[in-house]
């Protein structure tokens, strides 16, 4: 089973590109290379893609509806009418409800602002608009970061007289509202970029209405674009590219430098963006407070400024901890179900929904299955849902909308509500059509490397690297893979399970490797692979590769192995068996077993004491195969030589020894552990 991936070797044609994209931009081969391999095979489109800034903004005009939104605006103006922005209560709907605020009101239209908190529900909340209106006159309505699936909301507030506009980016429904939509999205218009994010969209209305003026917006659209995971590519680059440069400035907006407090005397950049800015402003919603952030975005008054910073990294280490529990929870739960389906879905009426959505990002990314996790009360059910690459969670939820209550989002995100008694049946036909639709090596993550090394490294070339930030979804930073044999290790600072070790092209740092050094001295050749990174502190640099995985040799064997295997073997006597049933069984019996247990893609782990055993099972020749423990947590088939005892093969439903052991471990859990005994 393929587990990493190098690009393809390039053809004397695509090798000419590459030299003159390295030529024409003043770079590497080797960067130039890891260009064209993400698509920029041109001189021009490298030139496009180093150069990133303001100066590459499309014509917000291009945008479908633009037109007739800034009219709309502009007798808003003219007959002294107020307008009402409703945002979301994410780090993204809050930047995007900032964003056009403080536009309009630039702009010369009266404005107020709202987000809904979580209680409210997704999208446009009817009666929280009519709840404002009944306090304040209200003559349109702009939403920012949903409404193109509130159809029939807009539809009455339409009757009740007010003028609506949505400015949005969430998947086109079937039957959109009867108002003016702004949406990239949208089929038909000539705006060649379709991943703005809300705030992104609203930046350019911002645009339309002042021109340059509202490039002073650029902060938050930069952090709305990676809070809400859109591609650092394209209009985003340039986006995130300015408001880094913002935000690193000696202007930096107030709000945002308090934000930022925990972060001094490092460079911000788009990592700053994803783990210090977004989830900050995302707890405010989480913890029910989503009008906490968008009040920072808005004040002008710094004490205030300062206390609502302070409160929103507050929500945020409460955040943390309440996300600790609710994942060890849905944890234990899921121990109990299983986690063998091509989707899981887990509820639990008492879950805040706050928080289902980091932790089925979590746990899509722990076990490479979309996840949807529920909360809710009286029978009614909201959940977040989070997938992983090649799998379109919104797809797949909109194949079952039949049964479901509301739904809306992306390919990678979505949110939707079932009723109780319609949960199974949502659970049963979701993993249908993913069986049928969606390709099962999406269950399988494949790391790309952009090339194998086998030499040492350069300074100058991991410096030229930097030339590719931004760096984040869809695109990463680059990673390489390098080839080590029986290699030792030491720590890096005592207490933090942190070790440092050294091959032939960087010497390498693996955050919390020290519970895996074991592997490190197995005398088979093993995969590292890594970031390069590049510190310089004054006159001083410092060139390290950071450990993202070890991979074990797809038959990994050698006589050196086997003694080692076996003492293994021999540290396991120490250990009692307990609570577990172990079966014997024939080698014919073992075999039928193991053709059983492969009909599903998840849930065996096949034990073997002697590398060698392996031969025997060719059946098994497509699965991975790891030492003392699984090679993954998502709890895929997998073939494990000399299991440990520590190692964790909870999630496991079947267990098998291929061979006799000098003894069984225990597995956990009462199921039974088999075991040849005839081999």
Aim: net charge negative.
């Amino acid at each position: 089973m393929e587990r990493l991936r190098c690009h393809p070797a390039l053809s004397g044609r695509e090798r000419k590109i590459v030299e003159e994209i390295a030529l024409a931009n003043g770079l590497s081969p080797e960067t130039a290379e890891i260009l064209f391999a993400r698509g920029l095979d041109s001189a021009d489109k490298a030139y496009a893609f180093l150069n990133p800034g303001r100066h590459r903004f499309h014509d917000p005009f291009l945008l479908s509806g633009m037109k007739e939104c800034v009219e709309r605006l502009e007798r808003a103006r003219r007959e002294g009418e107020r307008a009402l922005v409703y945002g979301d209560y994410d780090a993204d709907g809050v930047s995007a409800a900032a964003i056009l605020y403080r536009a309009l009101r630039k702009f010369g239209v009266e404005a107020l602002t709202v987000v809904p908190e979580r209680e409210n529900g997704y999208g446009l909340n009817l009666g929280l608009v009519e709840a404002i209106a009944e306090e304040t006159a209200i003559d349109l309505v702009i939403t920012v970061d949903c409404g193109i699936s509130n159809r029939e909301e807009i539809s009455e507030l339409m009757d009740l007289g007010m003028d609506v506009i949505v400015t949005d980016h969430h998947e086109i429904p079937p039957a959109l509202p009867e108002c003016v939509c702004i949406n990239p999205h949208l089929p038909g218009q000539d705006y060649p970029f379709d991943s703005l994010c809300g705030a992104g969209v609203a930046f350019k209305l911002a645009c339309a209405l002042l021109g340059e003026e509202a490039y002073s917006y650029l902060d938050f659209a930069a952090v709305a674009t990676v809070a809400d995971s859109m591609p650092l590519v394209g209009e985003n680059r340039d986006i995130v590219f300015e408001g880094l440069k913002m935000l690193g400035g000696k202007r930096v907006r107030p709000a945002m430098k308090y934000l930022l407090s925990s972060n001094k005397d490092r460079e911000v950049n788009a990592q700053t963006l994803a783990y210090v800015l977004a989830p900050r402003i995302n707890a405010a919603g989480r913890m029910g407070d989503a009008n906490a952030a968008l009040s920072l975005f808005l004040s002008e008054d710094e004490n205030e400024i300062a206390d609502l910073a302070a409160r929103l990294s507050a929500y945020n280490l409460e955040r943390q901890a309440e996300c600790d529990k609710l994942y060890q929870a849905a944890k234990a739960q899921l121990e109990k179900k299983g986690a063998y389906g091509n989707i899981i879905m887990l509820y639990d009426e008492t879950w805040a929904t706050g928080f289902v959505g980091i932790v089925a990002a979590r746990l899509a990314e722990e076990y490479a299955r979309p996840v949807i996790m529920f909360a809710g009360q009286d029978g009614r059910l909201k959940g977040s849902a989070r997938s992983v690459d090649g799998i379109n969670i919104f797809e797949v939820i909109s194949s079952q909308k039949a049964l479901l209550r509301e739904f809306g989002g992306h390919a990678q995100a979505a949110g939707v509500s079932v009723e109780r008694e319609n949960f199974e049946a949502f659970e049963a036909g979701a993993d249908a059509y993913i069986a049928a639709h969606c390709d099962p090596s999406a269950f399988q993550p494949v790391l790309t490397v952009e090339r194998m090394v086998d030499r040492p490294l350069t300074a100058a070339f991991v410096s030229e690297l930097n030339r590719l930030e931004p760096c984040g979804v869809g695109n990463k930073k680059p990673l390489f893979a390098t080839e080590i044999g029986s290699t030792d290790c030491s720590v890096l600072k005592q207490g933090t399970g942190h070790i440092t070790f050294h091959t032939d092209c960087l010497d390498m740092i693996w955050f919390g490797g020290l519970k895996d050094a074991d592997l490190l001295k197995l005398p088979v050749k093993k995969t590292v692979v890594f970031e390069a990174n590049l510190s310089v502190f004054g006159r001083s640099q410092s060139l390290r590769g950071y450990v993202k995985e070890l991979l074990m040799p797809e038959k990994p064997g050698g006589g050196e192995l086997g003694l080692y295997l076996l003492a293994n073997a021999l540290s396991q006597l120490q250990y009692e068996t307990f609570g577990q049933d172990d079966r014997p069984l024939g080698e014919a019996e073992t075999h039928a077993f193991v053709a059983e247990a492969l009909a599903r893609p998840h849930g065996a782990v096949f034990f073997a004491a002697r590398a060698e055993t392996l031969a025997a099972f060719p059946e098994l020749a497509g699965l991975p195969v790891s030492v003392y423990k699984p090679p993954e947590r998502n709890l895929l088939n997998a073939v494990v030589l000399s299991p440990k005892e520590e190692a964790d093969f909870g999630g496991f439903a079947r267990v098998i020894w291929l061979d006799r052991p000098l003894k069984s471990i225990n597995v956990g859990g009462d199921r039974p552990v088999y075991y040849n005994c005839e081999r």
